[in-house]
């Protein structure tokens, strides 16, 4: 069956880094868009940044702009997500998804952005 599994989250500080791995099986990941969306607490799913099968393409959303690389190896089925700069506005839990909306994702990963 199709898993999409997310690692990689935790506390950092305000400025720091983190960089959030999505393991998939299950599908033909190679071909598919894939997706990282973020859901804070009281706030419905926020799509973050998008990325195409031959990772030609590459959007991001607003606040991931400049701070938020997104990448994948599709040798290894696997999904990235390279956060830098982060704000304390930042702390969610991070789900990557096969969709923008976020409707087939992973059970997710918190980021938590303090000092």
């Known amino acids: 069956q199709v898993q999409l599994v997310e690692s990689g989250g935790g506390l950092v500080q305000p400025g720091g880094s983190l960089r959030l791995s999505c393991a998939t099986s299950?599908?033909?990941?190679?071909?598919?868009?894939m997706y990282w969306v973020r859901q804070t607490p009281g706030k419905g799913l926020e799509w973050v940044a998008s990325i195409n099968t031959g990772i030609g393409i590459i959007q991001d959303a607003e606040p991931a702009k400049g701070r938020f690389t997104i990448s994948r190896d599709n040798a290894k089925n696997t999904l990235y997500l390279q956060m830098n700069s982060l704000r304390s506005e930042d702390t969610a839990v991070y789900y990557c998804a096969k969709d923008p909306q976020g409707m087939e994702r992973g059970q997710g990963t918190q980021v938590t952005v303090s000092s």
């Open positions: 299950g599908f033909a990941f190679s071909s598919r868009w």
